[in-house]
Structures are given as C-alpha cells and as structure tokens.
Nanobody, 123 residues
C-alpha cells in the first residue's frame, strides 16, 4: 500500500504565501504523475497543478503565475508553492499520485490520495 501525507496548510492573509508538501511512503516501486487538487465548500474537487514523472507541469488557469509545483524523486515528495494567495484559493487541498507497487509477483498501478490539508486565505 501507499500512503500520502500532506503538510503545510494553514491560515494566511491575502497576498501571502504557503508551501504544501506531500510525502509518499509504503511499498512503492515507482511513482508516476503527481498532482494537487482542491475542494472548496459546496464545490467540486478541481485539479490545481500536476507534474509528470519527467517533470512536465500543468496548471489550472487561475493559479498560473502564482503557484509552482515541483517534486523531489529521491524523497518521493511533491510540493506546491503558493504565492500571492487570494481568498478564492481557500479550500481543502489534496495530494494525488499514481504509483506502481509490487506484490506477489505482480506490478500494480493505482491512484492514491492524501487526507487533505486546509488552506484558508483571509481578506
């Protein structure tokens, strides 16, 4: 199994910054694409940013130029640097990862999610 543990959320004033971290652990053979999603109250979960195994990145339009996703493959960790935060960025942020595990002679590819970390931006 694979566990994703997020950290770094909190309360910040508009214009401030936060850095989210997500560490993957468990019986990981390899990690594929990783991403950050968010869900505000009463809204659907949406992708914020993603990064491929090779480092290619994609961002949701509203965070382009303000958020940066990165990964440290040696640490099985993905980060989300959030600058110039706005009240509309307030949401629970979730880490997602594709991971290959090996068990009983078989490789398995599955998607895993963290438990979420709250980001609140005050105006």
């Amino acid at each position: 199994q694979v566990q994703l543990v997020e950290s770094g959320g909190g309360l910040v004033q508009a214009g401030g910054s936060l850095r989210l971290s997500c560490a993957a652990s468990g019986t990981i053979h390899s990690l594929g694409a990783m991403g950050w999603y968010r869900q505000a109250p009463g809204k659907q979960r949406e992708v914020v940013a993603s990064i491929s195994r090779g480092g290619s990145t994609n961002y949701e339009d509203s965070v382009k130029g303000r958020f940066t996703i990165s990964r440290d493959s040696a640490k099985n960790t993905v980060y989300l640097q959030m600058n110039s935060l706005k009240p509309e960025d307030t949401a629970a942020y979730y880490c997602q990862a594709e991971a290959v595990t090996y068990f009983s002679g078989h490789f398995n590819l599955n998607e895993y999610w963290g438990q979420g970390t709250q980001v609140t931006v005050s105006s």
